[in-house]
């Protein structure tokens, strides 16, 4: 789960949308969201199913570092 935070930056700017607006999203703040972009935080497993659920990816997709998102 190490490129965490890259995957979910990657889907973030795909979808043309800033921490602020995912957080709203998310309804999380957006320095949580930077927080989990830079790997200080890491999400628990109902955050994981909202992630994957609003940008339409698996779980396995987001956590696995060997499974590139498509």
């Known amino acids: 789960?190490?490129?965490f935070?890259?995957?979910l930056k990657a889907l973030r700017k795909q979808?043309?949308?800033s921490?602020?607006?995912i957080g709203k999203i998310l309804e999380v703040d957006y320095s949580y969201i930077g927080k989990m972009e830079r790997g200080e935080n890491i999400p628990n497993a109902t955050m994981l199913l909202k992630i994957a659920g609003y940008f339409q990816v698996s779980l396995d997709?987001?956590?696995w570092d060997h499974?590139?998102?498509d």
Do not use: D, I, T, V
């Open 67 to 69: 499974l590139e998102l």
């Open 1 to 3: 789960m190490e490129r």
């Open 61 to 63: 997709q987001l956590m």
């Open 15 to 17: 979808h043309n949308l």
């Open 5 to 7: 935070g890259e995957k």
């Open 19 to 21: 921490q602020m607006a």
